[in-house]
């Protein structure tokens, strides 16, 4: 499951080039994608890199590295993976090779600094790379961008204050609506928005929110019915659309508690959260069960 959304954050990457390599170094500089690099580089040690390509910055050009990951990296640091890719790309190519860590889960990269560093005995290295947290950008500021290839990942970035998660879903599918581009290039854009929001949201939002036929152009399309299938949604359109998001909606709370603190002590809420019946009071515990500081204020806000 993972590898599909390694799959199609690399596809948006390589559709929208620009729009990614323009956001990871900086609005206010002008880049040029000049080519996609191929990522066949069995020489880091057995690593493929996620994106690489050659750019140009103000006349000078540049490798743009980007490493995706749906959460920590956990065979290796990532500071030792960039140090591979960081070797390799700088022996290939003998140019800058600025590298960008996404992280698509709101848990994820949190103690990743985006540095390493050792100086002993007349010998100095250090290794600097851009860090970018998904849910620490401002979800807003980027529909205003009017950046097409940034819109998937828009569902993973800080909503507006005082607005709901259904509120801020229909702004960023609104925003993808108003692309001036074909329907499959829609449709490309619905299935990521979609797919990439599953990461910390019920699906069952995002298909009730999209209509099918908007995305059945895609060359995603069937990538996402695949997925819808694999985590057991048609079974719970069958049950019943809100019954089956409600009782999802639980489930993904309660998995997001029990990867951060002690198992007997989140299944006692779970009598509690099985009392709620609004789905909107349980998609906001969703969202807030990746982020509470620990577990005696997620009860608070489930007391509320």
């Not at 994106?51 to 956990?74: F, P, V």
């Not at 993904?252 to 006692?268: G, P």
Request: with cysteine.
């Amino acid at each position: 499951m993972a590898k599909d959304y390694d799959n199609m954050a690399k596809s948006i990457l390589t559709d929208f080039a620009t729009d990614i390599s323009q956001f990871v170094i900086g609005t206010h500089l002008d880049v040029e994608v000049i080519e996609n690099i191929d990522t066949e580089q069995q020489l880091v040690v057995e690593q493929l890199t996620d994106s690489t390509k050659r750019i140009r910055i103000n006349e000078s050009e540049a490798i743009l590295h980007i490493e995706l990951q749906l959460r920590d990296s956990t065979y290796k640091p990532m500071w030792a993976r960039n140090a591979a890719y960081h070797g390799y790309l700088i022996k290939e190519h003998q140019i800058p090779v600025y590298s960008n860590v996404i992280y698509f889960h709101p848990n994820a990269g949190r103690n990743d600094t985006g540095f390493y560093h050792y100086s002993s005995y007349g010998y100095e290295y250090t290794l600097r790379y851009k860090v970018i947290r998904l849910i620490d950008i401002d979800g807003q500021s980027i529909l205003k961008m009017q950046a097409p290839g940034l819109l998937p990942f828009t569902p993973l970035m800080k909503r507006p204050t005082g607005v709901s998660i259904e509120e801020w879903m229909q702004e960023c599918i609104n925003a993808v609506a108003a692309t001036p581009f074909d329907e499959q290039t829609q449709g490309d854009l619905f299935c990521a928005l979609s797919l990439f929001g599953g990461i910390i949201y019920d699906p069952l939002l995002f298909k009730r929110m999209i209509r099918e036929e908007r995305m059945q152009e895609s060359k995603y399309y069937q990538l996402l019915r695949d997925e819808f299938i694999a985590i057991g949604i048609e079974q719970g359109l069958e049950q019943g659309l809100e019954q089956g998001a409600r009782e999802s909606t639980i489930k993904n709370i309660l998995k997001f508690l029990n990867s951060r603190f002690i198992a007997e002590e989140v299944n006692e809420l779970i009598p509690e959260l099985q009392q709620i019946t609004d789905i909107d009071r349980l998609e906001q515990l969703l969202f807030a069960a990746p982020q509470v500081q620990n577990l005696e204020a997620f009860k608070f806000m489930l007391e509320e």
